[in-house]
C-alpha cells in the first residue's frame, strides 16, 4: 500500500470519528530481531522460532560456516560483508546456494533450506 493511499485512508478514518489504537505490545514483540553486525538464520518461514545468529567475531570471513545442525528456512544478513547461504552443510556449489548483500537484506521464505554460510572479505 502507498504511503498516499495509507495517508488517505488514515484521513478518512479520522473524519468517519474512528479512534485508532497502537498495537498490543504483545504484537510488537513478535517482529524479528536481528542486530546490526549479525547474520541471523531462523528455523521457519517468516523469522519464527529461535534464531541461530552470526557475528564476524563467531564466523570468520571465507570459511564455511555450518548452522549447528539448524536448518534454516528465513534470514538476515545485517552484517557489513555480502554472504553466500548454502544448501548443503559442507559450503558445496553442487546444491542450492545463493549471496545476498551486506547491511540489511531480510529473506522471510528462503528459496531453499539453508545449512551453512560463508562470509565474504
Not at 545442525?69 to 546444491?95: F, I, M, P
Not at 547491511?103 to 572479505?121: H, Y
Request: charged letters at 20%; proline letters at 7%; aromatic letters at 8%.
Amino acid at each position: 500500500m502507498s504511503k498516499l493511499v495509507q495517508r488517505a485512508l488514515f484521513t478518512s478514518l479520522l473524519t468517519a470519528g474512528t479512534v485508532l489504537s497502537a498495537a498490543p505490545a504483545a504484537t510488537a514483540d513478535a517482529v524479528p530481531k536481528c542486530d546490526r553486525g549479525e547474520f541471523c538464520a531462523w528455523p521457519k518461514e517468516n523469522y519464527a522460532g529461535t534464531p541461530v545468529r552470526l557475528t564476524l567475531e563467531t564466523a570468520n570471513p571465507g570459511e564455511c560456516v555450518s548452522l549447528g545442525g539448524v536448518v534454516a528456512k528465513s534470514l538476515a544478513n545485517r552484517l557489513t560483508k555480502d554472504v553466500t547461504v548454502y544448501q548443503g552443510t559442507t559450503c558445496s556449489t553442487e546444491a542450492e546456494f545463493t549471496t545476498y548483500p551486506r547491511a540489511g537484506t531480510f529473506v522471510p521464505d528462503a528459496p531453499f533450506v539453508v545449512k551453512a554460510i560463508q562470509i565474504w572479505e
